[in-house]
Nanobody, 125 residues
Framework: QVQVMESGGGLVQAGDSLRLSCEVSERPFRSYSMGWFRQVPGMQREFVAAISWSGEHTYYADSMKARFTISRERAENTVHLDMNSLKPEDTAVYYC??????????????????WGRGTQVTVSS
């Protein structure tokens, strides 16, 4: 069974940087495309960033592409989300997701079968 686990969330101040990590338990890791999403209580979960199984292609939500970077380490079965210049409106639970059916970087939530439990990111003003 595939398990997805996020880490790296926490409380930071506006303007700070933070790195989220996501580990996928099943090999071969390279066969999964990966995505990050976030959700604020009472709001719908929204797309943040995605990376193809090869790592060659990335895709970002327009509002985040200038500040966030997604990357993957095949040897470590890990995907990272580097977030810079954080704002209070970035406060949310961040979820990592894995897709074994699609090799490209996709923003569609229904194309991901495996989801982590989420990690809280809180940005204070």
């Amino acid at each position: 069974q595939v398990q997805v686990m996020e880490s790296g969330g926490g409380l930071v101040q506006a303007g700070d940087s933070l790195r989220l990590s996501c580990e996928v338990s099943e090999r071969p890791f390279r066969s999964y495309s990966m995505g990050w999403f976030r959700q604020v209580p009472g709001m719908q979960r929204e797309f943040v960033a995605a990376i193809s199984w090869s790592g060659e292609h990335t895709y970002y939500a327009d509002s985040m592409k200038a500040r966030f970077t997604i990357s993957r380490e095949r040897a470590e079965n890990t995907v990272h989300l580097d977030m810079n210049s954080l704002k209070p409106e970035d406060t949310a639970v961040y979820y990592c997701a894995a897709s074994s059916q699609y090799t490209y970087a996709t923003s569609w939530q229904h194309e991901y079968e495996y989801w982590g439990r989420g990690t809280q990111v809180t940005v204070s003003s």
